[in-house]
């Protein structure tokens, strides 16, 4: 058995949850509402507050999904009650970031400034603690897996270089940084 697909999912005071013919699972709670489609020979089944997932075989296919299923149905349970946070902060001479009107802008020491507009359920939010110290930007949303897509599609436009660490990283992400040349005598 799994370990991890024989774990129930705890549901809250305030999470719904319904099971719709087809394998449709719909989790809503205070900060919105998910829904996932569940592969047919996975079975899930509410009972006593919590969500049980079990699986018909020990087939190689239905042990992955087994562990899989009740993982995505705690992230969402876990998204519609507290929601997912993603920092990342902008490091390097001259990089800024400011967000105008829902619009994420970035200078970057490219050419030009660049504009990153969060697709929907994603509010970013730009926290600037002081003349010297990095801006902080946060993703916040009750999607999981979308939640890190638009902070890695963040830090994927100026990635931290090793020479000098400049660039967007994520908050506590080690960078390894490379010695450069030396000057020869």
Known sequence: MSRIG???VSLGDNVKVDIAPGNVVTVSGPKGELSLQ???DISVTL???SVN???PTDQKRHRAMHGLYRSLLDAMVTGVTTGFT???EVIGVGYRAEVQNGVLELALGYSH???FLPPEGISVSVEIKGRGAPPIITVDGIDKQLVGQVAAKIRSLR???PYKGKGVRYV???VRRKAGKTAAK
């Open 47 to 49: 009972e006593n507050g």
């Open 172 to 174: 506590g992400e080690y």
């Open 159 to 161: 990635p931290p270089e």
């Open 86 to 88: 993603k920092k990342l």
């Open 6 to 8: 024989k774990m129930p």
């Open 113 to 115: 400034p660049i504009y």
């Open 53 to 55: 997932v079990t699986r």
């Open 38 to 40: 569940i592969d047919p």
